[in-house]
C-alpha cells in the first residue's frame, strides 16, 4: 500500500452474513474498509449504524472510513465516534457544513466532505481547505452495482487541483477495471469499490489489481 494510492473496500456489496470473513480477506491488501450508511431519508435505502461500525471494530484494525448519507448527521457524530469511526464524510447537500466539520474536529475523526454528482464545485469549495478528505460520488448513492457517471469526471478534476496536498480526494461509485484510471487520471488517491472487490472470487487479487491500474 501507498499513501498516494489507496482502495477502501466498501462493504455494502460484501455477504453480511459473513462479513469478518469479507474483511478478513482483504485486510492484507489495504488498511481502509468503506462502510455506507444510509438513513432511507437522504437517499432511498437503509443500511447500517453504529451496532455494526462496533461489531466490525471489535474484529479488525483497520480503519473505518464511514459515509454517512444521513439528513441529520450530527445527531450520530458521537455514536459513530464511540463505535469506532475513524474517517467520516458528510454530505455537503445537507447544510450545516461548518457546524458538522467542527463536531468532527471536535470528536478527533478525520473529516470529510461528500458531494453528489449533480451538485456543483462550488457547493464544496469552500470546504476544501477544512476537511481531511473529500468524497466525489460518481453514482447517484443510495445503492451499490451502479454505473460510472462520466460526466462528474470534470468536478473530480476540480476538486483536486483546488484541494490542498494533504487533503484526500476520494472517489465513490462504479469503480472498476475500467473506470479508476479514469478517477485516478482526474486526480483521485482514493478509490471505494464494492462488487468489483466482493463480486470477485479473489477479493485480495482484486483489490491488488485496482491499485495497480490506478497507478500504472
Not at 484510471?181 to 464494492?194: S, Y
Request: net charge negative; glycine share 8%.
Amino acid at each position: 500500500m501507498t499513501p498516494s494510492c489507496r482502495i477502501a473496500p466498501s462493504i455494502l456489496s460484501a455477504d453480511f452474513a459473513a462479513l469478518a470473513v469479507a474483511i478478513d480477506l482483504v485486510a492484507p491488501e489495504t488498511d481502509l474498509l468503506h462502510v455506507d450508511v444510509m438513513d432511507g431519508h437522504f437517499v432511498p435505502n437503509l443500511t447500517i449504524g453504529p451496532p455494526v461500525v462496533e461489531a466490525v471494530n471489535r474484529h479488525t484494525a483497520m480503519t473505518l472510513d464511514c459515509h454517512l448519507m444521513m439528513t441529520n448527521p450530527g445527531d450520530y457524530l458521537e455514536a459513530f465516534r464511540a463505535a469506532g469511526a475513524d474517517w467520516v464524510s458528510v454530505h455537503v447537500e445537507v447544510g450545516d457544513t461548518a457546524e458538522l466539520v467542527a463536531g468532527m474536529r471536535r470528536l478527533g475523526l478525520n473529516a470529510g466532505v461528500a458531494i453528489n454528482p449533480e451538485t456543483p464545485f462550488e457547493a464544496v469549495e469552500p470546504w476544501l481547505g477544512q476537511v481531511d478528505h473529500v468524497l466525489v460520488m460518481t453514482v447517484h448513492p443510495g445503492f451499490g452495482g451502479q454505473k460510472f457517471m462520466d460526466e462528474v469526471l470534470p468536478k473530480l478534476r476540480r476538486i483536486a487541483d483546488a484541494a490542498p496536498d494533504h487533503v484526500v480526494v476520494e472517489v465513490d461509485g462504479g469503480i472498476d477495471l475500467r473506470t479508476i484510471g479514469l478517477a485516478a487520471a482526474a486526480g483521485a488517491t482514493c478509490f471505494v469499490a464494492g462488487s468489483a472487490v466482493f463480486a470477485s472470487p479473489d477479493p485480495a487479487s482484486a483489490v491488488r489489481r485496482l491499485r495497480q491500474l490506478a497507478v500504472a
